[in-house]
Each structure stands twice: as structure tokens, then as C-alpha cells.
């Protein structure tokens, strides 16, 4: 099942895979679902195994995506920034 990472930023990643994509976190050597508070975790040189993580309403289209990837890193910009 080939992962394609299509953003990295932070700690999170916009991936794709058979023409869908998700945003994952990236903690502690680990990658996480993003949705619903789901926190069960694959190690992160696992990324074929991204669907164990994912279900399949967890995957969208590009454009959606890809706004919710812009907004999670906007919000954890103005988080550090504040915080200086």
C-alpha cells in the first residue's frame, strides 16, 4: 500500500493514498489519526500500514485535505508564536 506524503509541517503530514488524503501527527517517533480522538499510534517507518490508523471516513479529497492540513498548522504557528 504505497503512502505518499504530500506536506510535512511541524508535527503534522498531509498523506495520500489511492487518490484520497488524511492529516496525521507525528509524535515521538510515531504517527497518529488526527480525527475523532482516536490516539492509537504506528511507528513512523511504518507508513504502508497507515490504514490501520485510518479509517475510511478519516480519508477526503485534496482540497479538504489540504485546508484542514493549512489550518492545523496555522493554529500551531500562532500557538508558538504566543507563547515567545
Same mark, same amino acid.
Given at each position: ?9 511541524? %508535527?503534522? *503530514? ?7 488524503? =488524511? ?5 515521538? #517517533?510515531?504517527?497518529?489519526?488526527c ?14 500500514a497507515?490504514? %490501520?490508523? *485510518? ?7 485534496? =482540497? ?5 492540513? #493549512? ?14
Open positions: 500500500m504505497d503512502v505518499t506524503i504530500i506536506a510535512d509541517q511541524g %508535527t503534522h *503530514l498531509l498523506v495520500a493514498q489511492y487518490g484520497r488524503y =488524511a492529516v496525521v501527527e507525528r509524535r515521538n #517517533n510515531s504517527l497518529y489519526n480525527h475523532d480522538g482516536k490516539r492509537v499510534g504506528i511507528p513512523l517507518d511504518d507508513l504502508p497507515i490504514s %490501520t490508523i *485510518l479509517n475510511e471516513s478519516d480519508w477526503t479529497d485534496q =482540497a479538504t485535505a489540504q485546508t484542514t492540513f #493549512n489550518e492545523i498548522v496555522s493554529r500551531g504557528t500562532d500557538l508558538a508564536e504566543h507563547m515567545r
